[in-house]
């Protein structure tokens, strides 16, 4: 089994769209989290690693669902 890991760029870059889909500003993401918008910045960025505490949570504002267990094909 081969399971997909993926780059903090490419992880940010989805947690972009997904807040973009939502209509939620990098604010009221932090507000709602209880964090520094910085931090949405630098998670979106790809400069920092967003744990798995948040990024949990992350996923769950944006009404998804986290996926360990996805396999390549």
């Given at each position: 089994?081969?399971?997909k890991l993926m780059r903090t760029t490419?992880?940010?870059q989805i947690l972009t769209?997904?807040?973009k889909e939502n209509y939620?500003?990098?604010r009221d993401?932090?507000?709602q989290l209880g964090i520094s918008h910085k931090s949405i910045v630098q998670y979106e960025n790809g400069r920092i690693d967003v744990g798995g505490?948040?990024?949990?949570?992350l996923i769950d504002l944006y009404?998804?669902?986290m996926d360990f267990h996805k396999k390549l094909d």
């Open positions: 089994m081969k399971l490419e992880i940010g769209e997904m807040r939620l500003s990098l993401v932090a507000s505490k948040n990024l949990k949570k009404g998804y669902e």
